[in-house]
């Protein structure tokens, strides 16, 4: 069966400082990876998705960028983090082909001071 | 399209009784969608989905139902019980697009 892995659970760090959030999914080949930032009782913003390997698609234009450096592995970093990045970061999957629903890591909470 | 920057509606149901969580969809287009439940803290999860070629379609005391004339979804949970309150999302797409739209979100409060 499939799994997907998200860390670290709950991140706080200053403003100004870089970041680097990790996932990775097991049980499954190429899937469709993606990015999403759910601010305190919203709805879910899609920021980043990934094809394949090396191949990012972005949603929102801002200080946040993403990579795919291996099949499984999808990594949402900044260089300089706002107040404004506070937020519950979910990563998902989901296989290439028919049915298309995602299916959704646990999530990271990050709170920007 | 996302309604991220959207509060979410509230439903407030009794223990026991019958749910209905409504859903209006964006894009006439739209051949999928799908039913996430996130609990607090947690990663939403897949509940149940539905093609357009279908009305409606039944899991464990769970029915979608869609109406393509007035692109509206709704989810019914039967016997709501207290481990149902959480935030229910819809979601749609389109055959080959690898997106999903999602909803605003209802949350639900289970009284008992």
């Known amino acids: 069966s499939q799994t997907i892995h998200q860390w670290p659970a709950t991140l706080v760090q200053p403003v100004g400082s870089p970041l680097s959030l990790e996932c990775t999914v097991e049980?499954?080949?190429?899937?469709?990876l993606y990015w999403y930032r759910q601010a305190a009782g919203r709805g879910l913003q899609l920021l980043f998705y990934?094809?394949?390997?090396?191949?990012i698609s972005s949603e929102v234009p801002q200080n946040l960028s993403a990579s795919r450096p291996q099949d499984r592995q999808f990594i949402l970093s900044s260089k300089k983090l706002l107040l404004s990045d506070s937020g519950f970061y979910l990563c998902?999957?989901?296989?290439?082909?028919?049915?298309?629903?995602?299916?959704f890591g646990p999530g990271t909470r990050l709170t920007v001071t | 399209g996302e309604s991220v920057g959207l509060h979410l509606p509230t439903l407030s149901v009794q223990e026991g009784d019958n749910s209905i969580i409504n859903c209006a969809y964006s894009?006439?287009?739209?051949?999928?969608f799908i039913w996430y439940k996130q609990e607090s803290g947690k990663g939403p999860q897949f509940i149940i989905d539905?093609?357009?070629?279908?009305d409606k379609r039944q899991g464990q005391r769970v029915t979608v139902l869609l109406n393509k004339t007035v692109k509206h979804l709704s989810l019914q949970i039967a016997a709501t019980q207290p481990g149902d309150s959480a935030v229910y999302f819809c979601?749609?797409?389109?055959?080959?697009?690898?997106?999903?739209?999602f909803g605003a979100g209802t949350t639900v409060t289970v009284r008992a």
């Open positions: 998902a999957w989901r296989i290439g082909a028919p049915p298309y629903e995602q299916y």
């Open positions: 049980g499954t080949s190429n899937p469709n």
């Open positions: 990934s094809v394949g390997i090396g191949q």
């Open positions: 894009n006439s287009a739209s051949d999928y």
């Open positions: 539905i093609r357009s070629n279908m």
């Open positions: 979601a749609e797409t389109l055959t080959n697009d690898y997106k999903l739209s």
